[in-house]
C-alpha cells in the first residue's frame, strides 16, 4: 500500500523540489495540463515588465539594436537547441509549429524529388496531418500520405518514401519512438525524417544531432512554459542548410533584410528559415521559460518523470481499479513521454468534474482523460491528492452531472 | 514665416489632443517612427498583466474558454474590420504580414488556374516580393512576377494575370493608390487583387467592402500600434469564402479542431483562414491598441495627418532649404499616407545624428530618412521641434562623425 506520508517522505528528498516555488501556481489546484499549457514562470512577469515598460515603451524601435530583437529567434533557438540535443546554429524559434512544419515539409520534398510518398502515422497530432494534406493538395504533384504501424514504422518505409514524419511522443497514450533507430531506418531506404517535439522538448532527453535528425519541430507553449500561443522552434541539420530552399520566403530570412533588395537571397544556415517579424513579446516570455528548464539537471528530471509516471498508475490501481479506467500506452517507462492517460466512456465529464474541484487535465477525443507530469512544479503527494478526487468524484457519482456534459469549445 | 507659437495655437484647438495621454512616450524623444513600431499605448500595460497573471497565472488552460482566447482572432479581426471598410466576419488577426500574404496568394493563384502572372511594383515593400517568389518557385508551374509602373497599373493588366498585389501605401514615398479604381481595372480583366494594408490601416481611411477588395493583408505593429511583431491579420470578402482553400490547412482552421479527426476540413467563412495557435500575450496587446484606435474619429485623423504632412514639408522648406534634401512621394496629398520621406546622400548618417538627439525616424535604403505622422500622439510643435534639430544638425556638420557611419543590424 503507497501512503500520502511515504510520498511526502519522496518529496523531501527531491532534488528537483526548489523549482516549484519558481513557477506561479494558483492556490489550491493541482495542475497536470503542463502538456497542454505550462504554468507561469514567475521569472517571465518580471521579464515582460521589461520588455513592455522599457524596451517597447522607451527604447521603441531602438530595441531592434540596443536589446538585439533582432537576434532573438537565434539566441533563443540555441537555447532550445541545448535542451534537444542540437549544437548551436541549427533552431530558430518562430511562428507555430503548424507553419515550421510546413516549411520543413516544403523544404524537403524537393530534397527527394523522385519520391511521392509521404509516411506518418494516423494518430499523430491532428495539425501535423492536415499540414501534408494542404501542401499536397497546394502541389498536385501525385503525393500521397501514407500511414504506418506506430509499432513497425519500418514496414512502411521503401524506395517511394521522401519523408517520415512522425511526433517524437505521441499526445494521446505517450509513446515515444526510439528516434536514432526510426530514424536510421528512414535514412536507410533513402527517406528524410521530421520529428516533431511537441511532447518532448523540456519533458524527455532528445538528441537530434546524436540521432542524426534531419528536420524537427516543436512547440513553446507546452512543457517550455513558454506561455499562450508561445512562438514554436524548428531545427535542420548543419548538413542540409545549404540544400534547403525557404518557401515561406520572408524578410527575416534574407541575406540582407535592410538592403531592401526586390530579389530574395536566403540567409547562410538556419536563418533563412525565419520569415515575417517575430512577436517580440511572446517569444520574450519563452526565452525567460528556457532558461529556466537549462538550469534544471536533465536526468533527474527524467527520472522524477519515470517515477511520477509508476506513481500515477500504481494510485490508480489501488485506489480505483473498480471504476472501469483503462491505462493507454506502453507499460515501458522508457518508452513513454512525460504524461498518462486513461481511457473512460464517460472521460468528458469525469474530466469536467476534476477540473471542477481543482484537478486540471484535460480530455482528448473519444474518451482519453489526459494528465501532464511536469518533474519541477508537481510533488509527489499532488498526485496522491489528485488521484484522492478521482477516487470521489466515480465514488460518489459527482461527474454524473448535466452541467459536466456541457462541450466547451476547447476541450 | 510658420512660428511655434502659432503650432502651439493649433495644438491648442486640436480635437484630438487628449488622445496623446493615452500612450507611454519617453521623456524628451520626438518619436516620428510609428510607422516603423508604434508607441506603447498605456493600456496595453495593464491588459498585458491581467493576461499574463490572471489570465495565465491562474486561469491557465481554462483561458481558452473562460477567457475567450479561442475567440480571439476573429473577436480581433472583426474589430480591425471597422478600421478599414470590412463589415464583420471576413478580416482575422493572426501570424505575421508575410504567413499572411503567402496564405492568399497560394489561395488565389487556384482560382485563376490558366493565369500565370503576378504583378506588383518594383518598388513594393520587399517580403511581399520575397513571398511571391517563394510560392513560385515552390510551384514550378511557370509563372512570372511582372513589375508595373504605379503610375499606370492598367497597362500592366491583361488576361494573363492572375492576382494584381500593392501594396496600398507605399512604405518609401507614401504614394497611395485609388484602391477602388485599382481594383476595378484589375476586375475588368479577369484578375483578383491583393492589397497589403501595412502603412494603411489604423493611418488612411481605408473601405475594402466598398472598393470590392478580394483579399488584403495587414500590420499590427506599426500604426495599430500592437507591440513589437505584433500579429498581423487578413481581409478574405465573404464572397470568395466558399472557394478559398486553405494552403495552411492548419487545425485552428479546421471545422472542428476538438474533434481531433485525422482528415482537414475547412471551418466556415474566415476562421479557414487560422493556422496554427495563436501568441495571446501579443494578440493581446494588439487588441487594446486596437480598441484605442476605434475611439478615434478617422476623418478627424486624416485632416490631421495631411496638416502634419504639409507642415513638414513646409517646414523643411522654410528652415533647411539649403541642405539638399529632397522631398519624395506625390505632392497631392488625397495620394499620400500617413509618412514623409527626404532624399540625402548622407541619410544615413544624418539619421543616426537625429536619433542620437531624440528626433526617431529611420532610414530606408539606399537614401531615405523617413517619418512617420501619427495623429494621435504628435503635436504640430513638435514637427516645429524636430526640424529645428535637423537644421542644427546640418549647420554644424554633427552629422559627419564616424560614430553615426556605423551600419546598425536594423537600420
Redesign the interface.
Known sequence: MITRAELAAWDAQDSLASFRDRF?L?DG?I?L?GN??G??PKA??DR??TV??T????D??????KND???QPQRLGDKIGRLIGAAPGQVVAA?????NL?KLL?AALPMRRDRKVIVSQ???F??D???V???M???GQGHTLRYADPNDIAASLDSDVAVLMLTHVNYRDAQMYDMAAVTKAAHDCGALVIWDLAHSAGAVPVSLDAAGADFAVGCG?KFLNG??????FLYVAERHHAEV????????G?AA????????APAPGIKRML?????????S?LEVAVDLLLEADIAATRTKSQRLTQLFFDLVDQECSTFGFVSTGPSDLDRRGSQVSLTHPEGYPIMQAL?DRNV?G?F??PDILRFGLTPLYLRYVDLWDAIAVLKEVMATGAWDAPAYKVR????
Open positions: 506561479h494558483p489546484v495542475y495540463d497542454s499549457l504554468p507561469l517571465a512577469v515582460l515588465q513592455v515598460n524596451e517597447w515603451g522607451e521603441l524601435i531602438r530595441s531592434w539594436n530583437w533582432i537576434g511562428d507555430s509549429t503548424s507553419i510546413y516544403a494516423r494518430d499523430n491532428p495539425t496531418l492536415y499540414m494534406q494542404g501542401l493538395v497546394q502541389l507553449y506561455g499562450p500561443g508561445a512562438p514554436a530552399r525557404p518557401v515561406l520566403a520572408g524578410w527575416m534574407h533584410p535592410f538592403d531592401f533588395s526586390s530579389d530574395y520569415c515575417g517579424t517575430p512577436p517580440v513579446l511572446s517569444m516570455a477540473i486540471i484535460d482528448r477525443a466547451a469549445a476547447v476541450t
